[in-house]
């Protein structure tokens, strides 16, 4: 199995919030997965314009970064989302990826796959996690935990959350396995796909990748 832990922080290898997700990686790799770490600030993800392309092809008219990006995520099966708090948020890269990815919303295209997000900073690092597991849940991601690290003066404090991270990182690989369920996430899921597919059929001109995509899965017959 796969692990694809994506991070937004300028520092490199100074990032407090990369030595989360390294331990993550580290507890998942302990059971069994691969893992790759990806650095959101060494990619080009140009903001996205709300054209609708996407909606009605399947693809952005943009070139840059976003598509192998993606392309690594549908070939993970975990997701670990890393980011600092800024302003109780995301930093620019990270949000302007997450906008790119509408119509992995509308197709529910993540959907199986499962994920947790970490984040570090001066405080209210819980709110950054709660913010990257809510877009997991609405790209159709289960989600198994997350871990909010306050520095605050304590540039040890990556290295005490260490073992929490690693233990998320099992988790995250566990329940991969099956071993671990979901049911309340799982009816929701069922529910955001038919909400979905409805509007895919309400506006299958507008739509039409999505649509297509929905008759593809079985559900538009």
Known sequence: MKILGINASPRGN???TLQLVKSVITGAEAEGAEAE???????????CTGCGAC?????????DDFEELFDRILNSDGIVFGAPNYINSVPAPMKAFFDRLSDVIHCQMLNGKFGCSVSTGGGNADVVVEYMNSVLTTLGVTVVGGLGVVIAGDLSAPQKAAEAAEELGKKLTRSIRGEIKYPDQDEQHRQNTEYFCRLAQSNKERFAHDYEWYVKMGLIK
């Not at 770490?37 to 903001?47: G, M, P, W």
């Not at 909606?55 to 070139?63: D, M, R």
Request: net charge negative.
């Open 14 to 16: 100074e990032s407090n």
């Open 37 to 47: 770490l990806i650095d959101l600030y060494k990619l080009k993800i140009e903001y």
């Open 55 to 63: 909606y009605a092809t399947g693809e952005c008219p943009q070139i």
